[in-house]
């Protein structure tokens, strides 16, 4: 009996109370703050506006010179 005491308080130690932990410290790392929010939402519409730049300046390419792409 003396000896299943002693394995769960080493597991209860070594295991359990470290993973609590890391799960509360990580957990909160996760969740995104309304100034990240923010940013998370600038970075889609620079995304956006990056892509539509991309699609004009094929288009140009497409029409001035249509051979740009197989080089």
Request: charged letters at 30%.
């Amino acid at each position: 009996m003396e000896n299943l005491e002693s394995i769960v308080a080493i597991v209860c130690i070594f295991v359990i109370c470290p993973l609590i932990v890391f799960h509360y410290v990580f957990g909160s790392r996760r969740t995104v703050s309304n100034d990240d929010g923010g940013k998370y939402q600038e970075l889609q519409q620079k995304a956006r506006l990056l892509e539509d730049r991309i699609q004009t300046l094929e288009r140009i390419l497409d029409r001035e010179y249509p051979r740009w792409r197989k080089s």
